[in-house]
């Protein structure tokens, strides 16, 4: 074998090397936490228009009852979530009668619920920037880039505000700290037409700091 022959080679062993390595590392990038949830979460306030069966909210939340096993009827506070199974609540979602707020004056043909969602150690997607989380579409890209907060988010609330209620399943764009960077992830998330009811049925992030995850992405 000349030398050329043998530099030729050389260079096509180094090249296959560095192929293998290059997709070791895209391997290393992606260590999926993922957990199933399936809960769904029915703000019960109005106990006598729950019992009478008469409104829509009613009619709603006898629907659901009647259909679906792992249901908890909430009437007030934060519904919690630990994450990344260190004790501490990284997330809570709230449901709330936004009537109160309003001196119980807002109009009959208004819906009058709303779901919000608190950050405690978490960042959340809200390209709006004005506390409208984003509502992700499965296989979108979650990563570094949007605009994230800290604060408070509305996911559904009257006429039609928010972007996930009545919208179907969704996903929750979230980001947790990490040591050096962020660890990327999703909720998957379902709100009803009139703010009643919450579905949180599975999330899930990367441990690998700093890379990115898609809507939807288990493994």
């Known amino acids: ?3 050329i022959n043998t530099l030729f080679a050389a260079l096509i062993f180094i090249s296959t090397i560095i192929s293998f390595s290059s997709c070791d590392k895209n391997k290393t990038n992606v260590e ?13 306030t109005d106990i006598n228009a729950m019992n009478s069966h008469d409104t829509i909210v009613a009619q709603h939340v006898d629907s659901i009852l009647n259909g679906l096993l792992d249901v908890e009827l909430v009437s007030t506070g934060y519904i919690r979530f630990d994450l990344d199974g260190d004790t501490i609540s990284d997330i809570a979602f709230e449901i709330i009668n936004l009537q109160p ?16 969602a ?9 390209n709006s920037t004005y506390k409208y989380a984003d509502a992700l579409d499965i ?11 800290n604060q ?21 764009a979230i980001r947790l700290n990490g040591q050096t960077d962020f660890r990327y992830g999703w909720m998957k998330i379902c709100i009803s037409e009139h703010n009643d009811t919450l ?21």
């Open 139 to 149: 296989e979108t890209s979650i990563s570094q880039e949007g605009n994230w907060t």
């Open 199 to 219: 579905s949180v049925i599975e999330y899930a992030y990367n441990k690998i700091e700093g890379s990115e995850i898609r809507a939807g992405q288990k493994e």
């Open 32 to 44: 999926i936490v993922y957990k199933s949830v399936n809960k769904n979460y029915i703000l019960t």
């Open 101 to 116: 707020f309003n001196n119980n004056e807002m109009p009959e043909h208004l819906d009058t619920l709303a779901v919000r």
């Open 1 to 3: 074998m000349n030398k």
């Open 118 to 126: 608190y950050p405690f150690y978490v960042g959340i997607l809200d």
């Open 152 to 172: 408070f988010v509305v996911l559904g609330t009257l006429a039609h505000g928010g972007q996930f209620n009545g919208r179907g399943e969704k996903y929750l």
